[in-house]
């Protein structure tokens, strides 16, 4: 049966539509090869639908159906951890005859099947991994910041980090390796390194050099700030990290044309932007 999978593998293929974007190459469209060949999109609105996506995109291409089978393999293989170095990838790829394995991780990862980091030789086979590390630590800036303990309270911690993490959202390599909490194998190959760099690639946080101290900036665990609040922490020289500007109505909390208000909002989308002007030259408001 295996040698009957891997022919099956090595003769069918997926076809995928890819279009040229300002950001690169990207899949906008796959199709099951095998189901093509048996007519499976013989519907006239499917194949309406398939001759406009293909008229848009640049080219089409034939891609191996071992590489859809190497993503369901290595989702099978880090089950209970969503974690596998490159090397544990390899070894799986070379069991389904997957001969490029870089590109066939990268197309995966193009669409969104999975993260694959090359300078981190980390795969990511579930994101609710980063986003499970991330949600600990918005839990604890809240507690913290409100004078709560954790079940765990990081140790070695000065007060100087302390004070930068609850009140500016600041947090250093020490005292987030103190606050990581997780399984031992994912923190085995998804080290504390390796998270903060690829906070920093989805752009969640941004590197801060303050003096001597690095640190890193989660602007999305900042909470809305009023402009007189702002105002206020500026004369007492404690301006918070840097925020956008912008004004919303008190009725519904959405931008209109009654009753402005000006507010601080450094979250959702907006903390992406604050993260890229910080990692392209932009300082902090002193």
């Given amino acids: 049966k295996n040698t009957q999978l891997q022919t099956l593998f090595k003769q069918s293929h997926l076809s995928h539509c890819f279009s040229t974007l300002a950001s690169g190459p990207g899949v906008i469209f796959p199709v099951n090869g095998l189901q093509a060949e048996d007519s499976f999109f013989d519907d006239e609105v499917v194949v309406e639908i398939r001759r406009a996506i293909t008229q848009q995109a640049v080219e089409t291409k034939s891609l191996p ?79 913290l ?58 752009l969640l946080a941004a590197k801060i050099e303050d003096g001597a101290e690095e640190g890193f900036f989660l602007p999305a665990l900042l909470p809305t700030v009023s402009i007189e609040e702002i105002h206020k922490l500026r004369k007492q020289h404690t301006s918070p990290s840097l925020v956008l500007l912008f004004t919303q109505c008190d009725k519904c909390s959405t931008p209109c044309g009654c009753k402005k208000t000006q507010c601080i909002s450094p979250c959702g989308l907006f903390c992406a932007s604050v993260v890229k002007l910080l990692s392209t030259g932009w300082t902090f408001d002193e």
């Fill in 65 to 143: 159906l071992s590489w859809f089978a190497l993503e369901l393999a290595l989702e099978e293989k880090a089950e209970g951890c969503e974690v596998l170095t490159l090397e544990q990838c390899k070894e799986i790829a070379k069991l389904l005859s997957v001969r490029n394995v870089q590109a066939a991780l990268e197309f995966l990862h193009n669409c969104s099947l999975l993260l694959y980091y090359k300078e981190q030789n980390v795969v990511i086979t579930d994101p609710q991994v980063i986003l499970n590390i991330l949600t600990h630590l918005t839990v604890a800036f809240y507690k």
């Fill in 145 to 202: 910041k409100n004078g709560k303990h954790l079940e765990r309270m990081p140790h070695g911690v000065s007060q100087v980090e302390f004070d930068s993490f609850t009140k500016n959202a600041i947090i250093t390599f020490h005292f987030f390796k103190e606050l990581r909490t997780g399984p031992e194998q994912e923190r085995k190959i998804l080290t504390d390194e390796k998270v903060l760099q690829i906070f920093q690639d989805l």
